[in-house]
């Protein structure tokens, strides 16, 4: 057994040490993640697959949960893939509450430490209301649903986002489960910032790739 192991080492070592590096480099520096549902409209897709900076805020030793360096902190507006433990799946959402924020929700008109977010009207249709909102520096486009029958997710709160925790919430403010939901994000649980889509499939056609979102970048 262990003259075939050598032999198998020597005759496949190049190729194990490039597989090696590409397993380590999607743990820890960078990945695809798939976009499923439609919590993120109109921002992201179903079917997209958003490229993920897993450097955007920590440097983590590859397989382990283990941050050997912070190398930035999550702001308002960035798009976060979240390994939630709540929600026992991974999340995909926006920063919308810094720790120390306090964050209100009536009607989805949304508040941040006292202070309406703007938002001008961009688009009405049967989906729903696009908007455009202005968060601090942040700008970005939302979703609102027509409907009638998720009036409970449009109000929250006044609530103070903890030490080490942010608020999130989904672009496609009626159907999403996010922080009103999940309550609040725990720092350690944010996997890395995505900031573009690198390529995107049309389930509702054949999964045809959507040429108009290849390496389209993400507000």
Known sequence: MKHYLLA????????????????CFKSAIADLNSISGRSMQPTLLDG????????????????TDITVMTTGEPSHGDIVIIDSSAAGKRLVKRIIGLPGDTVYMRNNVLMVNDTVVDFEVLEESREGVTIEEHLFDSTYQAMLSPSRSNR?????????????HFFVLGDNRDNSADSRMYS????DQIVGRS?????????????????GRFLAELD
Do not use: M
């Not at 997209?48 to 397989?63: E, G, H, M, S």
């Open 48 to 63: 997209d697959k958003v490229w993920v900076n897993k450097l955007a805020y920590d440097l983590k030793i590859p397989f």
């Open 152 to 164: 409970s997710t449009r109000s929250y709160g006044p609530a103070q986002v903890p030490d080490d």
């Open 195 to 211: 900031s573009s889509v690198v390529f995107s499939l049309d389930s509702e056609h054949s999964f045809r790739p959507r040429s």
């Open 8 to 23: 198998f080492w020597r005759e496949n070592r190049k190729f194990l040490l490039i597989l090696a590096t590409i397993v």
């Open 184 to 187: 609040f994000i725990p720092r």
